[in-house]
């Protein structure tokens, strides 16, 4: 079965240092995507990236990285020079055809950045 | 922009009570969820709908319904509500499954059942 496991609950960090997000998937298929979407304390979840699984190309946007490996089937998101804006709950999610339309979520991760 | 909108961001209802939680989106989406949010257990499932009238329960559709009776809306009622379906629940949409495009959330609904 799908699963998406995100093992770290809470992360508490200073400002500007870096941070990561750690996010491990489990599925049976060769075809699926992965996205990381982000809850700020307002509540709505905003959408931050999404991969499929036949790009294995890092992305950086900005301050944000994600690194896919599949062959350890992790999708993780660092965070570089952190800033107090990004205190949040970040979740990473899974998307496969057992799945069909629907997220596959894991449990989130609550970053807080201190100034 | 994709906006997605929820009838009330805070509502207090007593055990028994039928609830109504509406959800619209303005991206004529064919796609639309019911996620609830509880700590410790991130976003879980209730029902989604993939066309007007059509609905597929999720992982927890058990005390819920829902009606899409229109395109853009689509409800989720608490026939009787419980102490245990205080929540924060999320509604989201999207396009069509083939383009794989992401889900759009809405800004969440606490209840609380008293």
């Known amino acids: 079965a799908q699963k998406v496991t995100q093992a770290q609950t809470e992360i508490s960090v200073v400002e500007k240092e870096d941070v990561t997000l750690d996010c491990v998937y489990e599925t049976r298929d060769t075809t699926y995507y992965l996205f990381w979407y982000k809850q700020p304390p307002s509540g709505e979840l905003v959408f931050l990236i999404r991969r499929n699984s036949f790009d294995e190309q890092n992305e950086i946007s900005g301050r944000y990285s994600w690194n896919f490996q599949k062959s350890t089937s992790s999708f993780n998101f660092t965070i570089t020079a952190s800033q107090v804006v990004d205190s949040a709950v970040y979740f990473c999610?899974?998307?496969?055809?057992?799945?069909?339309?629907?997220?596959?979520f894991g449990k989130g991760t609550t970053l807080s950045v201190s100034s | 922009d994709v906006k997605v909108t929820q009838s009330s961001r805070y509502l207090v209802k007593r055990t028994g009570e039928k609830v109504f939680l509406e959800c619209v989106q303005d991206?004529?989406?064919?796609?639309m969820f019911w996620y609830r949010q509880d700590p410790g257990l991130g976003l879980r499932l209730i029902y989604f709908?993939?066309?007007?009238?059509?609905?597929e329960k999720g992982d927890i559709p058990e005390g819920y319904s829902v009606s899409r009776e229109k395109k853009e809306r689509f409800s989720l009622i608490l026939e009787s509500a419980s102490t245990n379906q205080t929540s924060m629940y999320l509604c989201?949409?999207?396009?069509?499954?083939?383009?794989?495009?992401?889900?759009?959330f809405g800004p969440g609904t606490r209840l609380t059942v008293t």
């Open positions: 999610a899974l998307k496969d055809d057992q799945a069909g339309t629907a997220l596959i």
């Open positions: 989201a949409s999207s396009a069509m499954e083939g383009l794989i495009d992401e889900q759009y």
């Open positions: 991206m004529d989406h064919e796609n």
């Open positions: 709908s993939y066309d007007v009238k059509m609905k």
